[in-house]
């Protein structure tokens, strides 16, 4: 499975104003019907099977949509002029900034799933479990349908038949001034409870202040501890379940799961199961960042989950220098038993661009560890739209400021994006050649032995630090299926190597591979050499810098 992740609002815009802090008539704003077939072609053949359609669901902004009955939301609770997708005002609802006709938004998310469909992919979206926009009001939920906080109790911190947590007798006073640009002050009282599990009246600069922290049925001060409840269910289970049901209806085939590791797993394998009962095709992905509790979100129904403390801070640190190559060998064993149940990549929303200055400065520096990424196992891997051009995100947009990343909070357009998609007589040959990479690369992950196939690290048997390999630089490891026998060996160093991989007599019977002459074909580049296949001679391979090598041996 190779996903594409679209953020949607910048990625049909072709608006180049750019100002900092703008507003969407200053800077414009992507529209879902910017993502035409012709663009879905494209992204399908790179390789990818999914589209995730960041932002989808309507969410905390400040541009008035008032004229079409939707509430405003004081700007003092949304981050930057465009706000947060993961601020959600409304689950049952698309943002309004996406639609070319507002009143028909929900019809133009249907058709962009269509014609997802239609190209032959699937279709995420996100879902908010942990916490909503602090004015969260649905207006297009279905009839029969409470208003999550209608019948709250706000006299209460905690009740297991609320969907919020408060501060009884509080109001709510952030620690930082929120209300400067504001001509009325933003008021709240009692205080919510704030997303990131801040339980107090007044949430720092550096806490969610714009969200309030749903409840599922913990209570998180229960004397100083935490304690569960459970029994009877908590009304928010039902409410949530409800909204996955509703999005699977209109065809999604999957949901990205934002802070998953924040909503109690009970709640996910009720919800989980309730939804796969009715959609047994959709699939949970979940963001969890602990590693200690990978295991238990995955026995609560989830089919993938982020690996990004685990493989991702691994590779970039090889790529930026900081740990040996080898330790990827450290890192897959970590979760060996759940390993097709992680998620690689190296960008998406939250994550600094690979090209910027705050990781390493050169998308083709990263290109050995993406092809770990995309080759190591059966597990998916992800693509952050303008990741496969190079893209910088050292833009100072306005809220985001200059970070590495390409903003969530503002709007604005982004340039290897709209050269890649819509004004490619514009891509300069850099960009080019990175983006024919990354298609050969993704393609090349349905070959069959990638696809279906074993995994053999050959690490153990390649530790000399010598001038024929050097464990610290290079990465090495086999792939099998009935069909095929791939070698891969990746280079995370600068200068060309000449390498000798060791073949150990393990592999051949473990894999049941026989030894003999063969025709080793690098289908990156399609260059062919003879070699011994053999446990006795070292298989040699030249390697570019920041290269690698996917070798299909051919037994003659």
Not at 429 to 442: G, N
Not at 450 to 476: C, K, R, W
Not at 489 to 502: I, M
Not at 532 to 556: K, M, N, T
Request: aromatic share 14%.
């Amino acid at each position: 499975m190779q996903i594409y992740q679209i953020f949607t609002r910048l990625f049909g815009n072709q608006n180049m104003t750019r100002t900092p802090h703008g507003t969407m008539e200053e800077n414009g704003v992507g529209k879902m019907n910017d993502i035409t077939t012709t663009v879905l072609n494209r992204i399908h053949d790179m390789g990818f099977t999914h589209v995730w359609f960041t932002g989808i669901v309507r969410h905390a902004t400040t541009t008035d949509y008032s004229t079409y009955g939707i509430p405003r939301q004081h700007p003092a609770i949304v981050k930057g002029r465009a706000g947060s997708p993961y601020a959600i005002t409304d689950y049952y609802d698309v943002d309004p900034d996406l639609a070319v006709q507002v009143p028909k938004r929900m019809d133009e998310f249907e058709a962009l799933v269509k014609r997802t469909h239609d190209v032959g992919m699937k279709v995420i979206i996100d879902f908010v479990p942990n916490h909503v926009a602090r004015q969260y009001h649905s207006i297009c939920k279905p009839k029969g349908v409470r208003d999550l906080g209608e019948n709250d109790d706000v006299n209460k911190h905690f009740d297991i038949h609320n969907n919020f947590y408060y501060c009884p007798g509080y109001s709510f006073e952030p620690a930082i001034d929120l209300c400067k640009d504001a001509s009325e002050p933003y008021r709240e009282y009692p205080a919510k409870c704030t997303g990131n599990d801040c339980f107090n009246a007044s949430p720092s600069a550096n806490d969610w202040y714009e969200t309030v922290k749903l409840n599922y049925g913990i209570d998180y001060t229960d004397a100083g501890g935490r304690s569960e409840h459970f029994d009877p269910m908590p009304d928010t289970w039902r409410q949530m379940t409800d909204i996955l049901l509703f999005w699977a209806s209109k065809g999604v085939d999957g949901f990205r799961c934002d802070m998953a590791e924040m909503v109690p797993t009970a709640f996910w394998q009720y919800a989980i199961g309730k939804l796969k009962a009715k959609y047994p095709h959709v699939i949970i992905i979940g963001e969890v960042y602990n590693p200690t509790l990978y295991r238990a979100y995955i026995a609560s129904g989830f089919d993938y989950l982020y690996d990004k403390v685990g493989m991702y801070d691994c590779l970039r640190n090889i790529v930026c220098g900081k740990r040996p190559a080898h330790h990827i060998t450290r890192q897959w064993q970590s979760v060996d038993n759940i390993l097709p149940k992680m998620l690689y990549f190296l960008e998406n929303h939250d994550e600094q661009r690979i090209a910027s200055d705050f990781f390493c400065g050169s998308a083709e520096r990263a290109l050995p560890a993406f092809m770990v990424c995309a080759w190591l196992h059966t597990n998916p891997v992800m693509v952050y739209a303008g990741q496969e051009f190079g893209e910088r995100g050292m833009d100072v947009e306005g809220f985001s400021g200059l970070d590495g990343r390409t903003t969530i909070f503002d709007y604005w357009a982004v340039k290897s994006i709209i050269e890649g998609y819509y004004q490619r007589e514009k891509m300069d040959k850099r960009s080019q050649r990175l983006f024919e990479v990354y298609q050969k690369i993704l393609q090349l992950c349905h070959q069959s032995a990638i696809g279906q196939g074993q995994f053999f690290d050959l690490m153990y048997a390649n530790t000399q630090h010598s001038a024929l390999f050097n464990p610290d630089e290079q990465y090495v490891f086999l792939r099998k299926s009935a069909e095929q026998i791939l070698l891969i060996v990746v280079n995370f160093s600068p200068n060309q190597q000449r390498v000798h991989v060791n073949i150990p007599q393990h592999a051949f019977d473990f894999l049941h591979m026989r030894q003999a002459t063969c025709k080793a074909v690098d289908l990156l580049t399609h260059q062919e050499q003879r070699a011994e296949w053999s446990a006795s001679v070292p298989f040699v391979a030249q390697i570019l810098g920041y290269g690698g090598r996917i070798y299909e041996i051919q037994q003659v």
